[in-house]
């Protein structure tokens, strides 16, 4: 949910501050100020964090005011350097772009909130590449197909699938295996599991779990390798839902929710903690992602002080630090973000070790975008900060 604050100046185009990118900044932990009297002090997270700077943007929406949401990142199976990015856009649709940043098209449907991409496993047949989102304004889950030649996008749900939330929100895919699931989450704070097939050139939608999680929910993200499931609860902090396994080792879904412990905080909430209130878009850049879980992050946008805080990918998520994204060459900073990704894959010779990508809400004079970062920095902070 947005909270609208003036963008801080350093932050801005018309910014001539350069601070060294790869510099780790101490808050002033060491300035502790007594409490008030009849006041519960509050744990603030005083962490060093990072900026890092964009390498590239998108264009701006096509929409006015508070229209980006959500990125996510489609890398080509042939070649990397013509891979995409989508971008949501809560009154219009979704934009498709170029790792550029130019807008190569726009499917025009309506509202779409959160987005996510996923490559169907095909034992019998050719891979299927899926883009869905949340159509919230229908309360359903929209579905595309990416076509590999055209990079264009194609609408393959028939009409949609109804999600059984009231409230639908955030959204995220998946592939256990074989298994491909669509996780959706609702402002009423709940969690579904959509099991998905393709049938003949459509995608069918089943659903197979909801889970209650607390207050109002938007981020999820699942990590197939790790058997986990990571939901934010926009004013509490970040879930860790640890997935039973049936015989074979896929997912029991029906004992989804079994099993669960909170990551991280909101200070300004809880008491103690190193996100600010809400906890927004989550994402794993995992570069083994079925290999090694010491190896890869998982990410989260914590809105209410403009950062992304940074745990390892492995049990138990420990805390490695946070980084805001500053201006460069005419790019601004970001600032309030709402949806994020990250790919662990080279794409192309401005991303060699992938990519990372943050909405801005704050993209003056135009309006909103999202931000492409070059994850060597990301790296090079998180070295820095250990």
């Known amino acids: 949910m947005k909270k609208?604050?003036?963008?801080?100046?350093?932050?801005?185009?018309?910014?001539?501050l350069r601070v060294p990118s790869r510099l780790w900044i101490m808050l002033a932990a060491c300035c502790a100020l007594p409490a008030l009297p009849g006041c519960?002090?509050?744990?603030?997270?005083?962490?060093?964090?990072?900026?890092?700077?964009?390498?590239?943007?998108?264009e701006a929406t096509l929409s006015p005011d508070d229209a980006a949401d959500d990125p996510a990142i489609w890398v080509h199976p042939t070649d990397p350097s013509l891979s995409l990015v989508f971008g949501s856009d809560k009154d219009a649709g979704v934009g498709v772009y170029a790792l550029s940043g130019e807008r190569l098209s726009f499917e025009q449907v309506g509202s779409i909130n959160n987005i996510d991409v996923v490559t169907m496993p095909a034992p019998d047949g050719e891979a299927v590449h899926l883009l869905g989102g949340t159509a919230v304004d229908a309360n359903a889950v929209y579905f595309w197909s990416i076509d590999t030649d055209t990079r264009t996008?194609?609408?393959?749900?028939?009409?949609?699938?109804?999600?059984?939330?009231?409230?639908?929100y955030g959204f995220a895919l998946a592939a256990f295996g074989y298994e491909v699931v669509a996780l959706t989450t609702s402002k009423a704070g709940l969690v579904e599991v959509l099991r998905i097939a393709w049938d003949k050139g459509v995608v069918r939608a089943t659903p197979v779990a909801t889970v209650p999680v607390g207050t109002q929910l938007e981020g999820v993200v699942a990590d197939p390798l790790t058997m986990s499931v990571f939901v934010g609860e926009e004013g509490v902090?970040?879930?860790?839902?640890?997935l039973p396994r049936?015989?074979?080792?896929?997912?029991?879904?029906?004992?989804?929710?079994?099993?669960?412990?909170?990551?991280?905080?909101?200070?300004?909430t809880q008491g103690r903690g190193h996100l600010i209130s809400d906890v927004e878009g989550l994402a794993i850049w995992a570069p083994d992602r079925f290999l090694d879980p010491r190896n890869g992050y998982l990410i989260a946008s914590s809105q209410g002080d403009d950062r992304y805080a940074v745990y390892e990918r492995a049990h138990p998520n420990k805390?490695?630090?946070?980084?805001?994204?500053?201006?460069?060459d005419?790019?601004?900073?970001?600032?309030h973000t709402d949806g994020i990704a990250a790919c662990a894959q080279p794409i192309g010779p401005a991303f060699p070790l992938g990519l990372f990508i943050a909405q801005d809400d704050d993209n003056a004079p135009e309006t909103q975008n999202f931000k492409l970062v070059d994850w060597r920095e990301i790296k090079e902070a998180i070295r820095r900060g250990r």
Request: proline share 8%; net charge positive.
């Open 330 to 335: 005419g790019i601004d900073g970001t600032t």
């Open 319 to 328: 805390y490695v630090g946070s980084f805001r994204i500053a201006g460069r």
């Open 153 to 168: 996008i194609t609408r393959v749900d028939a009409g949609g699938v109804v999600s059984t939330l009231p409230d639908v």
């Open 40 to 58: 519960t002090p509050v744990r603030h997270h005083a962490q060093p964090f990072a900026l890092v700077r964009p390498a590239a943007e998108t």
């Open 4 to 16: 609208n604050r003036p963008k801080p100046s350093g932050f801005s185009r018309a910014s001539t």
């Open 246 to 268: 049936k015989t074979g080792g896929r997912p029991d879904w029906a004992r989804f929710g079994s099993a669960r412990r909170l990551v991280d905080t909101c200070a300004d």
């Open 237 to 242: 902090g970040i879930w860790r839902y640890d």
